[in-house]
């Protein structure tokens, strides 16, 4: 054979395989399975306590799917984020469950050894340790620059004041029976402590750690939001079926908004938005979440949202509400442009309370 068609031969040869080798690697792109989906691109996660199966639910709002059950401790209630959005802290109780006007002659013993703020990481998804707080915690509120905790001890009428820095409590405080809404002024210099049993507002000096009034605001206060300027809050008012609007320097009613007939609906959690122009109100055992315009204390609408429907929370840019509802084991997600419930996200354990978290 001659050198050139030795070459030519060759040339072919080579031609062929590369020829096969394109013809076999197309043919396996069109049989190779589907790709896996890409992971959420959600800026936020929800977190949701569940009181009754000392647990957390992590939501993607993306899916509204429940993407992790964290175990907590007992009685996961009150929930709120560390300023610098690393942490979530929760209060954890081992007094067992029980409603108004239960005779606790009856109940089984409190587990003491439960009592504390447990501490979430939220890089690493779990809890890695509880803070002791005092007894029976309930709930609490975080200085803007982290260092200091306030909370309130349910059953010994009075509120911890917590250093972060040091992990310990750094001194207690009587604030009434059944203290549990607890809520620092925009400009830290107050802290208002809210008292079921008294229905009244404790208000503390932060730079000296001491209760320097306490003042009447209706019955069965639990929750407080500041407006911006520290000047006025709202409070709800359970037992009235209203909420009461506070001059927060002169400590005196301003106004109070009524909501419904009393023993109906009854007040729980209050909410402002970011630019404080609306107020949200949950309402227990009324089923709704009622909207407010804060500026001329009017209600707007009310949305029915779920069985008595505790903690809410808005997500980051103000357009979506979260309702935890727990007799009903869900999570309402409202649609604030529509006022409309958009989805119902099925949980477990009785939900309690709602932050909605950036990441």
Not at 209 to 216: L, M, T
Not at 296 to 320: C, F, M, Y
Not at 330 to 336: A, T
Not at 337 to 356: F, M
């Amino acid at each position: 054979m001659s050198r050139s068609h030795s070459k030519e031969t060759e040339v072919t040869t080579r031609k062929y395989a590369l020829l096969t080798a394109g013809l076999t690697i197309l043919l396996a792109g069109c049989t190779r399975p589907p790709a896996a989906p890409e992971p959420s691109s959600s800026a936020y996660r929800i977190y949701v306590t569940n009181e009754a199966s000392g647990d957390m639910s992590v939501i993607d709002p993306a899916t509204m799917n429940v993407i992790a059950t964290v175990p907590l401790g007992k009685r996961p209630r009150g929930i709120h984020a560390s300023p610098d959005r690393k942490t979530i802290y929760v209060a954890l109780s081992g007094s067992p469950i029980a409603g108004p006007g239960v005779d606790e002659s009856t109940l089984p013993p409190p587990d003491k050894s439960a009592d504390g703020i447990g501490v979430f990481d939220v890089k690493q998804n779990k809890l890695v340790r509880v803070l002791h707080s005092g007894s029976d915690p309930e709930n609490f509120d975080i200085s803007k620059d982290g260092k200091r905790m306030y909370v309130s001890n349910e059953d010994v009428a009075g509120i911890s004041v917590v250093d972060l820095e040091t992990e310990k409590a750094i001194a207690t405080l009587p604030t009434g029976e059944e203290p549990e809404g607890v809520r620092i002024s925009p400009d830290g210099k107050w802290v208002f402590v809210t008292s079921e049993e008294a229905g009244t507002l404790a208000v503390v000096d932060t730079t000296t750690n001491k209760v320097v009034d306490s003042f009447k605001v209706g019955r069965r206060p639990r929750s407080i939001a500041f407006l911006p300027d520290s000047a006025t809050a709202w409070v709800n008012a359970e037992n009235d079926g209203a909420v009461v609007l506070v001059d927060a320097v002169k400590h005196k009613i301003v106004d109070t908004v009524q909501l419904g007939e009393r023993g109906v609906v009854k007040p729980m959690a209050v909410l402002l938005s970011p630019d404080a122009k609306t107020l949200y109100v949950s309402s227990g055992r009324g089923k709704k979440v009622f909207i407010l315009d804060a500026a001329n204390r009017k209600v707007e609408a009310s949305i029915e949202v779920g069985q008595r429907p505790w903690g809410i929370a808005l997500s980051p840019d103000g357009k979506t509400l979260f309702s935890a509802n727990g007799p009903s084991n869900d999570l309402s997600v409202v649609d604030l442009a529509t006022r409309t419930v958009s989805r119902k996200v099925k949980l477990t354990g009785s939900p309690w309370g709602v932050v909605a978290l950036e990441q």
